[in-house]
Structure formats: structure tokens, C-alpha cells
């Protein structure tokens, strides 16, 4: 468990902010006292439903996880940002032996993970400058279970949790928090697509979730009944040996 980080009066940026869980968690960070939240979307203009909702709060900018280019300029107009979630990611419903199986996964590992990497390199220097503040990654319970159904998705979201802890020791450094999110079914489109509807749960779950963690100095989130299963047989291990000081990390 590390240092505790409160969001309130603090500027957060938040990827996906359109729609889903990242549009959640823009409004629970403005609910909870959030000073302005930059919506990263692909399309400004999908942002505007939460502008004329909360106002000069919420600053619409452009970010294209595809877009390498898109993430560095956002990172120069968003120069103020004290906390970056990065919530934006897709999903194919392929599985290893589907014909269509490589293309989805480098579709995938293009946005959950290329895109978590250069989303770090874009703004972990101005997070530093800025006082340190926090980086929070939202990944899944399919991270730590493969689910057959849409298994390059859960490869993909893996890759990017083994991403996510080696940021939490590089950040360290920099006074940096980091916080990896694992939600289960939740209530947004991505999971109507997976076919989770008739067990998903609010969105909410997650958004306020992450405001508790980020305030406890928590790494792991389990934000809902599923995810908290989960958690709960996986707390050993974390604490053990993706938390501890192995090889001289940590």
C-alpha cells in the first residue's frame, strides 16, 4: 500500500470519456470535488452532453490511442493534468482458433497496450512536474482470467497489467501513484458486447471505486461483486509477489 491520493481540487484527464465507465468516472470525479476533467475522446464533439452539464469543468481534448501524435499534443494543451486515467480500450470477440483471431489481437494490443504505453510516455514527465499526482490504468478481471469467448482481449488486457506494474515501480520514483483497475461485468457497452448484460452492475461502482483506492494508496481495484471474487483468491499473490520487493524491485 503506498501513499494515499485525493482528487479533490486536483485536474484529472480521463481517455474514453464519452461514454461507459469513462464518462462515469468523469462525473464522479467532478461529484467528488475534482477542480477540471480533460475528456479525451476521439471526437470533441461526442464530449459535449458533459460540457453542458458541468461546463468550463470539463475541457473536451483529443486523444486517438492510434494516434501517437494525438496523445503528445494532448499532453501540451492538458500542461496542468495531476491525474491521468487511461479508460480507453476495446474488445473482439475472437477466440485462438477463429480465423480471425491475429487481427483482432493486434487490433487490441494496438489500443490496450500500445496505447497504455504511449499514454505513460506522453505524460509521466508532466505528472512529475506537476507534483508527482496519479496514473490509473483500468484493465480487467480479464487479466488475471482468460475467458474463451473474447481471449485475445483478455491476452491483451494481461499484457497490460504486466505494463501497469512496472509503471508502479518506475513512477515510484517520481512520486507518482498508480492504481490498476480490474472491473468484472459492468454496465456499458463494451460489456453488452460480451454479453455480460444480465450480470453487469454500475459503472458508478467503478468511478467511485477508484476515488476510495486512489485515497487508501491501494495498487488493485475490484470494483464489483465479480471482480471482488476475484480479488479476493488473487490478495495473497498480489501482496506476495506482484506488491513485494523481488529482485531487488519494489
Not at 475534482?34 to 483529443?62: M, N
Not at 486515467?85 to 494490443?109: C, F, H, T, W
Request: hydrophobic residues 45%; contains cysteine; proline residues 3%.
Amino acid at each position: 500500500m503506498g501513499k494515499g491520493y485525493d482528487i479533490t481540487g486536483k485536474v484529472a484527464l480521463v481517455t474514453g470519456a464519452n461514454r461507459g465507465i469513462g464518462r462515469q468516472i468523469v462525473e464522479t470525479f467532478i461529484d467528488k470535488g475534482a477542480a477540471k476533467v480533460y475528456a479525451a475522446v476521439r471526437a470533441p464533439a461526442s464530449a459535449d452532453a458533459l460540457t453542458q452539464a458541468y461546463g468550463d469543468k470539463v475541457v473536451p481534448v483529443h486523444i486517438d490511442l492510434v494516434d501517437t501524435e494525438s496523445i503528445w499534443e494532448a499532453a501540451q494543451s492538458a500542461s496542468d493534468v495531476q491525474v491521468v486515467v487511461n479508460n480507453a480500450g476495446v474488445l473482439k470477440m475472437s477466440r485462438p482458433l477463429d480465423p480471425q483471431a491475429i487481427d483482432s489481437i493486434k487490433y487490441e494490443m494496438k489500443i490496450n497496450v500500445y496505447g497504455l504505453i504511449y499514454m505513460a510516455q506522453a505524460f509521466a514527465g508532466l505528472l512529475a512536474r506537476n507534483g508527482g499526482g496519479a496514473f490509473v490504468q483500468l484493465n480487467s478481471v480479464a487479466s488475471l482470467k482468460c475467458f474463451e469467448d473474447f481471449s485475445t482481449y483478455s491476452a491483451s488486457k494481461a499484457a497490460a497489467y504486466s505494463i501497469t506494474q512496472a509503471l508502479r515501480e518506475l513512477l515510484r520514483e517520481q512520486g507518482t501513484a498508480v492504481l490498476s483497475v480490474h472491473p468484472g461485468p459492468i454496465d456499458t457497452d463494451m460489456g453488452e458486447a460480451a454479453g455480460t448484460t444480465e450480470v453487469a452492475e454500475s459503472p458508478v461502482l467503478v468511478a467511485e471505486g477508484i476515488v476510495s483506492a486512489l485515497k487508501a494508496g491501494d495498487f488493485h481495484l475490484f470494483p464489483d461483486s465479480f471482480a471482488k471474487q476475484i480479488g479476493a483468491a488473487y490478495r495473497d499473490f498480489a501482496q506476495q509477489v506482484v506488491e513485494a520487493e523481488l529482485m531487488g524491485g519494489g
